[in-house]
């Protein structure tokens, strides 16, 4: 019953650093997404996988980049860390465009 | 740019009492989406709407289409403690959801 899974699940990285943030799913989707939370802002989209083998810029996508590695995994990297990164991520899937979207438990990153 | 506004941003309230949440925008959605986030979990799809006018039920949850599919709105009946959580509308085009801010309630037991 594991639908969405997202590790690492908390994270602190300094200024410059990188990290990858993973996600699987289990649901056989063909889309997934990354998106970031930020208090008083929303969900706003980083970047989405309509399906295997293409990736396209959502909302805020500036700093980051996504590897659709195949169809269950999404992964997100930072490449050089930035305070303005600290957020909650999460990743999420569909079957396709306009269905439910499944989100994962989120993964609280701090840059300082 | 599609934005969806939300209102109030935030409403603590006692066990029993009645509520509505708005979700607003100066765009035509072809469908919204309400969904309900709790502490430390990702957001769950609690209904969508996708006519202009349709009422749905889920429960003691009631959610509205507006007829011009520009904005949609969540009464709650007789809250209780478990309806506490971040409510959030979301819509968009292809695979381009946005989400508004949400409405962050409390209900008090």
């Known amino acids: 019953n594991a639908g969405v899974t997202q590790t690492p699940k908390f994270q602190v990285l300094k200024t410059g650093q990188s990290m990858t943030l993973q996600c699987a799913q289990d649901?056989?989707?063909?889309?997934m997404y990354w998106y970031r939370q930020d208090p008083g802002m929303g969900l706003r989209l980083i970047y989405y996988s309509a399906s295997e083998g293409t990736t396209d810029k959502g909302e805020v996508p500036n700093g980051y980049n996504v590897s659709r590695l195949n169809k269950r995994e999404f992964s997100l990297r930072l490449e050089s860390a930035a305070p303005s990164q600290t957020s909650v991520y999460f990743c999420?899937?569909?079957?396709?465009?306009?269905?439910?979207?499944?989100f994962g438990e989120g993964s609280w990153l701090t840059v300082v | 740019t599609q934005l969806l506004e939300q209102s109030p941003q935030f409403l603590s309230i006692q066990e029993g009492e009645n509520l509505t949440v708005y979700c607003n925008s100066s765009s035509v959605f072809s469908s919204l989406q309400w969904y309900r986030q709790e502490p430390g979990e990702g957001p769950v799809l609690l209904v969508t709407v996708v006519t202009g006018g349709e009422v749905k039920k889920l429960k003691r949850l009631t959610f509205q289409f507006g007829d011009a599919r520009k904005d949609s709105s969540l009464h709650i009946t007789a809250a209780q403690p478990g309806d506490t959580g971040l409510y959030l509308c979301?819509?968009?085009?292809?695979?381009?959801?946005?989400f508004g801010t949400g409405t962050r309630l409390k209900v008090l037991a």
């Open positions: 999420a899937s569909s079957e396709g465009s306009g269905n439910t979207i499944y």
């Open positions: 979301a819509g968009g085009e292809t695979y381009k959801y946005i």
């Open positions: 649901m056989n989707h063909n889309s």
